[in-house]
């Protein structure tokens, strides 16, 4: 079965496990908790997030978890060895993939710069791919009105940059452009030319990170039932929803294929249990 992967934040219910009858234990267990929740479920794939909840009053001491994957493939290989296991718990804990009703809508989300590097990383490893920077323009025009006080100035102005990049992966033969503007106002007069060569600094990053997430966006990674990794680029910067994977799966074109091995095939889900994310309303635990 052929996969598409977006980076998006993964909203889909064959992407999610729900981990419950995590006990209580005393507080650095509790602490820990999350970090060894992640330790455990990221030998499986790359993790989008894993979020904590304690037990409502009537469900008794305890936590449970929702674990999301960017790929339904690695939850799908979590779920079985990682159900009725004690994984770092003294008892066994409760493993389910979610499923998502169809009625239900929602916007998928573009993930940020950072975790679109990650993704990169994991899936092309980080050799694989790279990003050219084509223009990255000062737009502030912070030394024009000379005339005008310069308090005046920097109050009615802001930093202004503008960048124009590539995502490059050589190894499949794409390139996706992305643009991106950041501007950061300037409320009050800065002290000093050091000061405001570190926010003009600050204002690129964004721009530069802006425009990557576009670039990234525009790209879809295609994983196969061999094993192998496609890539399809879309030239608009929609983001698709990836509940339409399989109307789509036959309009994609791939210019190459690199043989990067995705792990074992999808295991059945042995579960009919079904949930929301949107019911979970309790306090995440830090």
Same mark, same amino acid.
């Given at each position: 079965?052929?996969?598409?992967?977006?980076?998006?934040?993964?909203?889909?219910?064959?992407?999610?496990?729900?981990?419950?009858?995590?006990?209580?234990?005393?507080?650095?267990?509790?602490?820990?908790?999350?970090?060894?929740?992640?330790?455990?479920?990221?030998?499986?794939?790359?993790?989008?997030?894993?979020?904590?909840?304690?037990?409502?009053?009537?469900?008794?001491?305890?936590?449970?978890?929702?674990?999301?994957?960017?790929?339904?493939?690695?939850?799908?290989?979590?779920?079985?060895?990682?159900?009725?296991?004690?994984?770092?718990?003294?008892?066994?804990?409760?493993?389910?993939?979610?499923?998502?009703?169809?009625?239900?809508?929602?916007?998928?989300?573009?993930?940020?710069?950072?975790?679109?590097?990650?993704?990169?990383?994991?899936?092309?490893?980080?050799?694989?791919?790279?990003?050219?920077?084509?223009?990255?323009?000062?737009?502030?025009? &912070?030394?024009? #009105?000379?005339?005008?006080?310069?308090?005046?100035?920097? *109050? /009615?102005?802001?930093?202004?940059? !503008?960048?124009? =990049?590539?995502?490059?992966?050589?190894?499949?033969?794409?390139?996706?452009?992305?643009?991106?503007?950041?501007?950061?106002?300037?409320?009050?007069?800065?002290?000093?030319?050091?000061? &405001?060569?570190? #926010?003009?600094?600050?204002?690129?990053?964004?721009?530069? *990170? /802006?425009?990557?997430?576009?670039? !990234?966006?525009? =790209?879809?990674?295609?994983?196969?039932?061999?094993?192998?990794?496609?890539?399809?680029?879309?030239?608009?910067?929609?983001?698709?929803?990836?509940?339409?994977?399989?109307?789509?799966?036959?309009?994609?074109?791939?210019?190459?294929?690199?043989?990067?091995?995705?792990?074992?095939?999808?295991?059945?889900?042995?579960?009919?249990?079904?949930?929301?994310?949107?019911?979970?309303?309790?306090?995440?635990?830090?």
């Amino acid at each position: 079965m052929v996969q598409l992967v977006p980076f998006a934040v993964p909203i889909e219910g064959d992407k999610t496990l729900l981990v419950w009858e995590l006990s209580s234990g005393p507080t650095p267990e509790a602490l820990h908790l999350k970090h060894s929740l992640f330790t455990v479920f990221s030998q499986f794939g790359l993790l989008y997030s894993v979020r904590l909840f304690p037990n409502a009053a009537v469900g008794g001491p305890g936590f449970s978890a929702i674990i999301k994957f960017y790929s339904a493939r690695d939850a799908h290989r979590a779920q079985k060895p990682c159900d009725q296991k004690q994984l770092f718990h003294t008892s066994p804990v409760k493993v389910r993939l979610g499923t998502r009703h169809k009625v239900v809508h929602h916007n998928t989300l573009a993930v940020n710069s950072s975790r679109c590097q990650e993704l990169a990383n994991y899936i092309f490893v980080f050799h694989e791919w790279s990003k050219r920077i084509i223009k990255l323009q000062d737009l502030s025009n &912070l030394e024009e #009105r000379e005339n005008e006080d310069i308090v005046t100035q920097l *109050q /009615k102005q802001s930093l202004k940059v !503008f960048c124009a =990049l590539q995502v490059v992966l050589p190894s499949h033969e794409c390139r996706s452009p992305g643009v991106g503007m950041a501007e950061e106002p300037l409320d009050k007069l800065e002290e000093g030319s050091l000061l &405001l060569f570190m #926010r003009r600094k600050i204002t690129q990053k964004l721009a530069i *990170q /802006k425009a990557m997430t576009v670039a !990234f966006q525009r =790209l879809l990674i295609v994983l196969l039932e061999s094993g192998k990794t496609a890539v399809a680029y879309r030239p608009c910067e929609e983001v698709t929803d990836a509940r339409t994977e399989e109307g789509l799966q036959d309009l994609i074109q791939v210019s190459y294929f690199s043989c990067q091995p995705c792990g074992q095939r999808e295991q059945e889900c042995l579960s009919d249990f079904s949930f929301e994310e949107e019911e979970f309303r309790l306090p995440e635990l830090d």
